[in-house]
């Protein structure tokens, strides 16, 4: 693995199904961020977390949770999908949590019917 | 409230010179980020801003007013793979990215 990975590339859902969006990086980053990408926005932050054991909600985190059991894995899952949570989701990670860049995985684009 | 403002859509000639404008309030200040997104990709990071000035790197430039909430992105000797949306990013006194909604840049021949 290089950087960082999510799993699935996309996915289409019915509505009321939950749905796990997996993100892994391998490059020991201790911050990590899942963001949402609409058409016409900018990118809104839901989740993330400072560092392995602890997250906190972002501008947009209702029907969302997120988990931080360990440095590489910050998986978002939604338990139950809407039609508005259709969108493009991003993982991204950076060292620290204060100034350092930030490195985005490809995205999952999640459709909720 | 926390507000980053840039042009929807922006249209350049290959081989031309573009500037990008990049307006903010913000919540605290603590540095200034510059992606590049192209269509169906994830966003890649091309320049930082912290202090006032102007930062180059090869063919493209990013400047940064503080006083002014300002910034720019300019891009030289603009290359058909030049097209892409810019995303401007201001880092708050929560060290949270604020994004911009991007500037999506046409390249024509």
């Known amino acids: 693995i290089a950087g960082i990975t999510q799993a699935p590339t996309s996915q289409i859902l019915a509505a009321g199904r939950r749905m796990t969006l997996r993100c892994t990086q391998d490059?020991?980053?201790?911050?990590m961020y899942w963001y949402r990408q609409d058409l016409g926005l900018g990118l809104r932050l839901i989740h993330y977390?400072?560092?392995?054991?602890?997250?906190g909600k972002g501008e947009v985190p209702d029907g969302y949770s997120v988990s931080r059991a360990n440095t590489d894995d910050f998986p978002l899952t939604l338990a139950s999908a809407v039609p508005s949570q259709t969108s493009v989701y991003f993982c991204?990670?950076?060292?620290?949590?204060?100034?350092?860049?930030?490195?985005f995985g490809p995205g999952t684009r999640l459709t909720v019917l | 409230g926390q507000n980053i403002d840039q042009p929807t859509e922006m249209t350049a000639t290959e081989g031309a010179i573009v500037q990008i404008n990049c307006t903010y309030q913000?919540?605290?200040?603590?540095?200034l980020f510059w992606y590049q997104q192209h269509a169906g990709e994830a966003p890649t990071f091309l320049s930082y801003?912290?202090l006032d000035g102007l930062e180059e790197k090869g063919r493209f430039s990013s400047f940064l007013s503080r006083s002014k909430g300002y910034s720019y992105l300019l891009l030289k000797e603009l290359q058909m793979k030049d097209s892409a949306s810019y995303l401007c990013?201001?880092?708050?006194?929560?060290?949270?990215?604020?994004w911009g909604a991007g500037t999506k840049l046409i390249i024509k021949p």
């Open positions: 913000t919540s605290g200040f603590n540095g």
């Open positions: 490059m020991r980053h201790n911050a």
């Open positions: 990013a201001v880092t708050d006194s929560n060290y949270q990215l604020i």
């Open positions: 991204a990670s950076s060292l620290t949590v204060s100034t350092d860049t930030q490195y």
């Open positions: 801003n912290v």
């Open positions: 977390s400072n560092t392995a054991g602890t997250t």
